[in-house]
């Protein structure tokens, strides 16, 4: 049979490829687009999207343990974990079908099937019907990642999952040990710990989210102790002895090791990118640690061959995966897009409390040299908060004494997810103090916090 040509094609319809795709079509290129399993990737089936379905329920069901607070009656507060999780797989799977209906909206051939790179500009699919070769001068790999498996850590589904399993759990974890305090570990140790799994969380690094402010890390700490969890930092898991309905495991910390008992455990100890059995070696491609090496334009030395998202390496986050997308697109259509910033994209955190931050860390800003103003500003001193009945958290931001450049903020509480944008935006337009001071926050809202935090940076907060 012969090759189908395409201008370009997409390896896997994940945030990353999905969005590359689209913004092709709309250039006008004739794309197709190849996935193995399911339209949306990990971002909408198995990442972003379902587990913050979940975090909806634990967050609904720890407010109306608080109804009290708010003059409202709640009796026979409960939960069914099956339908918790039947609506995080509906939500998923609404998503994933409308991935479908937008490829068809642009007119990009889809192909269901498992695709391979056997030689430059060639697509080979295979699909349960047999094998295909598509043909196109521009190839873009979008293949995301998977759940990193440690030696003796490894899942196996019933006593040890990756977030696959803990997704879709059959049963309530009644002791739950969570390896890993990033953003994924953190979020399940939330979601369970607040429906009543007695919780421990052990991090390898000095702190809980150890990529974040360590002001942020240890506001947040503070708030998972007191909602019962146990947080054990500079603390690795050595081992993991399995037995019917329980797990015995060896944490080590400070030159000792101690032993404790769990019926679960969920393994969120980083990704590895999907780089095997594509081909890409033999392509001449770089592979660094799981991740293809590329430069600031998703090029991987290789003609016409591109990598974005996931499986080039961190930030492994959804609207990375994206932005790469669109940028790719753009430069395959003839444009000339601007390479990604890496430090203008938010991290977001949906535990209890939300964390949520850009740019450099007060620390990292240091190390870099900067002499620094820091601004911080707290939810108690705001009206929006307190009458959410949301009052603990902290906005901080960090900005460069000598030029005014907003270096970075940092945020945690309520909603804080979605206030991190406007500082996003801030940085895009490369804004100074002076801008970001003169700028009308709207009264009650929890973006004032951000006003304010930015005042506080330069001695003129007005509500501490
Ligand atoms: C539990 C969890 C929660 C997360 N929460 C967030 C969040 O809140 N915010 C956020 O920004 N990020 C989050 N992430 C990360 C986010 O899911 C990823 O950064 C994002 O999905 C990466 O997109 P991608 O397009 O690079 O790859 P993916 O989404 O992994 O998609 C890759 C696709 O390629 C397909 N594929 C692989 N190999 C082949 C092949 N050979 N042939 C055909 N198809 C193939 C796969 O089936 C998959 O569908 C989370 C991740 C997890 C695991």
């Not at 040509?5 to 969005?19: E, H, L, N, S």
């Not at 047999?130 to 196996?156: C, F, H, N, Q, Y």
């Not at 033999?282 to 090496?293: E, N, Y």
């Not at 931001?397 to 903020?409: N, P």
Request: aromatic fraction near 6%; charge should be neutral.
């Amino acid at each position: 049979m012969a090759a189908k040509t395409f201008d370009m094609i997409v390896i896997g319809a994940g945030p990353g490829g999905y969005v590359a795709a689209i913004r092709g079509a709309q250039l006008g290129l004739n794309v197709a687009i190849v996935e193995r399993e399911h339209m949306g990737g990990i971002c909408l089936n198995w990442g972003c999207i379902p587990t913050k379905a979940l975090l909806r329920s634990a967050e609904v069901f720890h407010l109306m343990h608080r109804a009290k607070e708010f003059g409202l009656k709640a009796d026979g507060i409960g939960y069914d974990l099956d339908a918790v999780v039947q609506r995080s797989r509906g939500v998923a799977k609404q998503l994933s079908g409308g991935i479908g209906h937008l490829m068809k909206k642009n007119k990009i051939t889809t192909f269901m099937g498992e695709a391979t790179l056997p030689k430059k500009r060639t697509v080979s699919v295979k699909t349960d019907k047999g094998t295909e070769e598509l043909t196109a001068k521009s190839i873009v790999v979008a293949t995301g990642a998977r759940a990193r498996e440690l030696p003796g850590l490894e899942a196996d589904g019933d006593l040890v999952w990756t977030y696959k399993h803990a997704l879709m759990p059959k049963r309530m974890p009644k002791k739950l040990l969570v390896i890993g305090s990033g953003a994924i570990g953190i979020e399940f140790a939330s979601f369970f710990n607040t429906l009543g799994a007695d919780t421990t969380v052990v991090e390898v690094m000095d702190r809980v989210l150890p990529v974040e402010d360590a002001e942020i890390s240890a506001f947040a700490k503070k708030a998972f102790v007191k909602q019962g969890m146990k947080i054990m930092e500079k603390s690795t898991v050595k081992k993991l002895d399995r037995a019917k309905g329980k797990v015995t495991a060896h944490i080590e910390a400070g030159g000792k090791t101690e032993t404790m008992e769990f019926d679960t455990v969920i393994s969120a100890v980083g990704i590895v990118g999907n780089v095997e059995n594509l081909g890409l070696e033999a392509l001449g491609v770089k592979i660094d640690r799981t991740h293809v090496v590329t430069d600031e334009y998703c090029r991987t030395g290789v003609d016409g061959l591109y990598a974005i998202g996931d499986i080039a390496g961190a930030p492994w986050l959804a609207h990375k995966a994206s932005h790469e997308g669109v940028m790719v697109a753009e430069l395959i259509a003839g444009k000339h897009p601007h390479p990604i910033k890496p430090n203008s994209i938010a991290g977001c955190t949906y535990c209890h409390p939300q964390v949520a931050s850009v740019g450099l860390t007060e620390a990292k800003a240091k190390e870099a040299g900067h002499e620094v103003k820091v601004g911080r500003f707290p939810f108690i001193g705001n009206g929006k908060a307190i009458a959410l009945g949301e009052a603990e958290g902290m906005i901080k931001t960090v900005f460069d004494a000598k030029t005014g450049e907003l270096l970075g903020a940092h945020m945690v509480g309520a909603e804080v997810t979605e206030l991190i944008q406007g500082y996003v935006v801030g940085r895009s337009l490369e804004t100074t103090e002076g801008e970001l001071m003169e700028t009308v926050f709207p009264h009650p809202t929890l973006s004032e916090m951000m006003h304010e935090a930015v005042l506080d940076a330069y001695g003129r907060a007005l509500h501490i």
